[in-house]
Nanobody
Framework: QVQLEESGGGMAQAGGSLRLSCAAS????????VGWFRQPPGKEREFIAA????????????DVRVDVRDRFTISRDNAKNTVYLQMNSLKFEDTAVYYC????????????????WGQGTQVTVSS
């Protein structure tokens, strides 16, 4: 069992930056891949980024409809049991609830392959 907690959300102006954190207290979290997803108001949840358990293969979605490829980065610090999503050059369209999710070992873009989910953190970008 892994309990995930997102933090770092809040309000930002367009062009600004936020760094989201996904933390877990269980040491086994280090063996889990993590994905970040978001759900904009009135829209379906969408995949943003993922990273393997060992920090390899950090992946940001190239989906132009999501439009984060050149602005967001994912990383992890297993010594701190934390995965980060750095969000730069924020746009109004980035307003959403952001979720992290975890699964054993290797990451995937498919949401239903993740076993554990956090409660989400709200990001609101003002234009």
């Amino acid at each position: 069992q892994v309990q995930l907690e997102e933090s770092g959300g809040g309000m930002a102006q367009a062009g600004g930056s936020l760094r989201l954190s996904c933390a877990a207290s269980e040491p086994i979290f280090r063996m889990y891949a993590v994905g970040w997803f978001r759900q904009p108001p009135g829209k379906e949840r969408e995949f943003i980024a993922a990273i393997d358990w060992n920090g390899m293969h950090p992946f940001i979605t190239p989906d132009v409809r999501v439009d984060v490829r050149d602005r967001f980065t994912i990383s992890r610090d297993n010594a701190k049991n934390t995965v980060y999503l750095q969000m730069n050059s924020l746009k109004f369209e980035d307003t959403a609830v952001y979720y992290c999710a975890a699964k054993r070992s290797y990451s995937t873009i498919v949401s239903n392959e993740y076993d554990y989910w956090g409660q989400g953190t709200q990001v609101t970008v003002s234009s």
